[in-house]
């Protein structure tokens, strides 16, 4: 599909309501540098989560005359002015391709599973459950649309309110952004992988809680900072690279190739803030120190345990299902100690969005 087959021209006035819940995702090659609306520099592909997750519901019904506003705004319950301004720019860049949406106005409530003040983005579950629910007046609109367009459709619209969005429409594996190995991954829209080998459907994300303030610089000003890093150009080959070398490892089951080439990306995504011009640290102390404890376990134990980084200093431990109790046992007496209030976040791969 090409960005002129997601165009649905016709406008009629509707009335109707919508619910959907999308996870969050954990990128294992990492999205870092963006250019035009939204598109990436490199390509990208992630686990899909299945505890954090938003749910958004939208009540949608014709503008009113002289109504000037189009959405009302609540998150678990309460107005979040904060929000707004996203919100207003994504309905902004969506009505190139959804018109209709101009004339009517959408009540939008939404709530994460996961707590607001951990340090977990929210930007692609939040993102992505919005865009669904958009797509549900373009299907009153048009009934005969089908669940494989529709999908793919609200997987393009995600990623016009944010990048890694795009990605947490399917599961357990979404690629997004051009690459040679992959030959239907697409720029505009994520795709799911379907030749994954079976460890990797039920593999665990223990997400240990770090650091539970906002980061100090958003993942926005941290693509833009790419246009000036020296060290940009290599890191696009060098993700292009990872994509490609992962496809077989993902397909093989190779945990060992696995492991490397996730922790590479990870420390590779927080070496680009390094050198970004003003450079930033997300990292924290006790991130580094969780690394060093990992290395440590895996080289006493052999068990495959590894980390990976999001645009802040949480650590997203991932290994396969069959040692949740040892991780866990880790986590227990080792890792507890480096996280705000002992907490963490047991998570795990997940299938995508639900309709509810
Ligand atoms: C480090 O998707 O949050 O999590 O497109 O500006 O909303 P915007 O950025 P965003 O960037 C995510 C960056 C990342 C890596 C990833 O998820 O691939």
Redo the contacts with the bound molecule.
């Keep these: 599909m090409i960005e002129q087959d997601f165009i649905f021209k016709k406008v009629k006035l509707v009335n109707g309501s919508s619910s959907w819940e999308s996870p969050s995702n954990i ?1 294992l090659i ?3 540098g ?1 250019y035009g609306v ?1 598109l990436p520099k490199n390509p ?1 592909i ?1 686990f899909t989560l299945s505890e954090c997750k938003t749910i958004t519901k939208i009540n949608f019904r014709p503008k009113k005359e002289k109504e000037n506003i189009n959405f009302s705004f609540l998150f678990d319950g309460s107005l979040k002015p904060s929000f707004n301004k996203k919100i207003d720019q994504f309905i902004n860049r969506i009505l190139t391709y959804i018109p209709a949406i101009k004339n009517h106005f959408f009540e939008i409530e939404s709530y994460n599973t996961f707590p607001h003040s951990s340090g977990i ?1 929210s ?2 579950s939040s993102m992505s459950s919005l865009a669904l629910c958009f797509m549900e007046i373009e299907k009153q609109i048009n009934p005969k649309i089908s669940k494989d367009y529709f999908m793919q459709k609200a997987s393009f619209l995600a990623r016009l309110g ?3 969005a795009t990605r947490s429409i399917g599961g357990p594996l979404v690629y997004w952004g051009t690459n040679k190995t992959y030959d239907d991954s697409s720029l505009f829209y994520g795709t799911t992988m379907n030749s994954v080998a079976p460890v990797f459907k039920t593999f665990q994300d223990t997400i240990l809680i770090i650091d539970k303030n906002e980061k100090k610089v958003s ?2 000003i941290g ?1 833009q900072l790419m246009k000036s890093n020296p060290y940009a150009e290599n890191r696009f080959i060098q993700a292009n690279e990872n994509m490609s070398k992962l496809k077989y490892v993902l397909l093989k089951g190779d945990i060992d190739n696995f492991i490397k080439i996730i922790e590479l990306e990870a420390l590779s ?1 927080h070496a680009m803030m390094m050198t970004s011009s003003p450079s930033f640290i997300l990292l924290h102390p006790n991130t580094l120190a969780v690394i060093k404890e990992v290395y440590e376990f895996r080289k006493q134990t052999s068990i495959p345990i590894c980390f990976t980084l ?2 802040g200093a949480n650590v997203h431990l991932l290994y396969p299902h069959q040692f949740f109790d040892k991780a866990q046992n880790f986590i227990r007496d080792k890792l507890l100690k480096y996280c705000v209030s002992n907490k963490f976040i047991n998570d795990h791969v997940g299938v995508g969005s639900k309709k509810i």
Excluded: I, N, R, V
């Design positions: 990128a990492k999205y870092w963006k939204q990208s992630s983005a930007s692609a944010s990048g890694s993942s926005t693509h995504l999001d645009a």
